[in-house]
T-cell receptor, first 118, second 114 residues
Framework: KNQVEQSPQSLIILEGKNCTLQCNYTVSPFSNLRWYKQDTGRGPVSLTI?????NTKSNGRYTATLDADTKQSSLHITASQLSDSASYICVVSALGYAGGTSYGKLTFGQGTILTVHP | DTAVSQTPKYLVTQMGNDKSIKCEQNLGHDTMYWYKQDSKKFLKIMFSYNNKELIINETVPNRFSPKSPDKAHLNLHINSLELGDSAVYFCASSHGMPATYGYTFGSGTRLTVV
């Protein structure tokens, strides 16, 4: 069964500090892994997308890593800001096939709720 | 603005009613999805349409019926609403399947069944 587990469930940090969020997955066959940021009352917005061959990808203050051997990913946030307060969701895509078409079947983690305090 | 837009944003209704949620995207994407986010914040796919054709239909009660009049629209109709249907429903779109370039989500529709 495809699963994505994230830790911690919630995290509180002070503004300006760094933090790292973890994502472990058992998804096969692996296609790609995405990190999304979901602000309260909004839909998820993509931060990074990584394929099998990529180890690190950055998007501003966000840096994602992927270890395809251990099936682990992390999202590192540097110099946190108040606006970073949100839920961060790890999403892993597996290749599927239906109706004569290949597609990426997504498995979502439950998210890590990050709160940044001034 | 280019986006995925859903209406309504909030929907409160009584058990047994029939309701629809509309979704439109002007991104030129050819694939659209409906996701359900429960109280535990898990997002689960319900349906996926590629070029107006149903591709993914997860284990969802028959009371839920998606309708795609064209590539830019994917509406969700729910019959005989139940308390357990209360959740946030997200529409999303992507270019191609698999969505190599990512998904764009709408802002969600919070459905409350009382």
């Amino acid at each position: 069964k495809n699963q994505v587990e994230q830790s911690p469930q919630s995290l509180i940090i002070l503004e300006g500090k760094n933090c790292t969020l973890q994502c472990n997955y058992t998804v096969s066959p692996f296609s790609n892994l995405r990190w999304y940021k979901q602000d309260t009352g909004r839909g998820p917005v993509s931060l990074t997308i990584m394929t099998f061959s990529e180890n690190t990808k950055s998007n501003g203050r966000y840096t994602a890593t992927l270890d395809a051997d251990t099936k682990q990913s992390s999202l590192h946030i540097t110099a946190s800001q108040l606006s970073d307060s949100a839920s961060y969701i790890c999403v892993v895509s597996a290749l599927g096939y239906a109706g004569g078409t290949s597609y990426g079947k997504l498995t979502f983690g439950q998210g890590t709720i990050l709160t940044v305090h001034p | 603005d280019t986006a995925v837009s859903q209406t309504p944003k909030y929907l409160v209704t009584q058990m047994g009613n029939d309701k629809s949620i509309k979704c439109e995207q002007n991104l030129g994407h050819d694939t659209m999805y409906w996701y359900k986010q429960d109280s535990k914040k898990f997002l689960k796919i319900m349906f996926s349409y590629n070029n107006k054709e149903l591709i993914i239909n997860e284990t969802v009660p028959n009371r839920f019926s998606p309708k795609s009049p064209d590539k830019a629209h994917l509406n969700l109709h729910i019959n005989s609403l139940e308390l357990g249907d209360s959740a946030v429903y997200f529409c999303a779109s992507s270019h191609g399947m698999p969505a190599t370039y990512g998904y764009t989500f709408g802002s969600g529709t919070r459905l409350t069944v009382v």
